[in-house]
């Protein structure tokens, strides 16, 4: 039988948890930064293993883009599910990471990344019921996680157009950054998968899911609350 | 999603409490936290209290050294198949600028040593073939800092350096021996 606590209490510990990793992250800017930064100003031709490697980098490291997978995987048991959804997610990424390069598409990267971080609010929304039960219409998960792919793209173009990118060798080298995006994200979600399932083995997991998604959805309303500040407070150079 | 392990479906007001709260806490921690510590903003005063204000400063363009700058010219005869070595020594964080010109090409490695650790832990920041380099240099330690010039050519060729800095003394190595050249600071202070 499931013990009954009280909800603040839940609520308190999913939070307390969330807050606890978030300290340990010490910015929460997630951009391509120092040595990587200059290796990519002056990079002039085809460079397929520094752009993978940095693809790779930024996926592991960023943990928008892991908060939302672990979202989207949280209630999904079977690999073939974890497959489907990961897959949609990385064509989503894949198309508008090549086309915001290659079509040089200006968006604003901080609007982007508050994009992102509601879009970890709507997954964990999604995932204690809220469709379900508040607004009693549920948008097409699968959609909902591809359309949302094509705002983490956006915000992965943004970060490389950041740079002077030289023409030289561009396309092989977006290409690359985003083989590595995917390799990252493997990478990254097999851990995710592995604690997860680990979790999943004990009764606490169901128990704790509805704290654990509202402690998400906390981190979700930072990031994009982080990123509208600097939006809105950051001088443009 | 949940549906089929969830035995007792939230309720609607269980929700909209837990989202309202995932809410209020982001908006706690972005304007506790996150505004004093990443933007330099401290509406509640908590950035003050909690010592966060500082995390939000941005590197400051100026940085105070404690002694006078110097200014330094040299000129050296390099015969075909001579090297030379000249270095500065400087303290962490003192800067330079310097140009060097030369009347004929030369190999050159711009680079430094550690203070006491010596040639093994040597950082090389530059090498190449040519007449001048010009530019800036922020040391990274404290040590000597300087270029490795060396001529491959059949020519003899004489080469000039200026550059004015937060240097103490420079060294110069050459035929096997080194020695000392004071340089003096531009004022008296």
Known sequence: MLVRRPLFKKLLAGLLFLLGSLVSISAFGHTIEGSDASFVEAIDGPAIFPFMYLGAKHMVSGYDHLLFLVGVIFFLYRPKHVIQYVTLFAVGHSITLLLGVLADLQVNAYLIDAIIGLSIVYKAFENIDGFKYVVKFQPN???????????????LATKLQEFDLSDNGLVTNIISFNIGVEIGQILALSFVFIVLSLWRTSRSYLRHSFATNTALMAGGFMLAGYQMSAYLLQSPF | MAEEENAKPPSSKNILIASAIALIVAVMVLFTAILPAEFGRDPLGTGELLGLNALGLDENPFEEQLEVHRSDYVEFILEP???????????????????WVADGELYYDMH??????????AESYEQGEGNSRMGSFHAPFAGIHGWFWENRSLNTV???????????TSTVFRDGGDYERPIIPITEY
């Not at chain 2, 198949?81 to 140009?99: G, P, R, T």
């Not at chain 2, 004489?158 to 103490?168: A, C, R, T």
């Open chain 2, 158 to 168: 004489v080469i000039e350096l200026y550059s004015s800095g937060f240097y103490q």
């Open chain 2, 81 to 99: 198949f001579q090297s030379v070595e000249y270095k500065y020594l400087m303290d962490l964080d003192a800067s330079m600028i310097f140009s």
């Open chain 2, 112 to 121: 430094a040593e550690p203070a006491g650790l010596g040639e093994e832990y």
């Open chain 1, 141 to 155: 998960t699968k959609i909902a996680v591809f359309v949302f792919g094509l705002f983490h793209g956006l915000g």
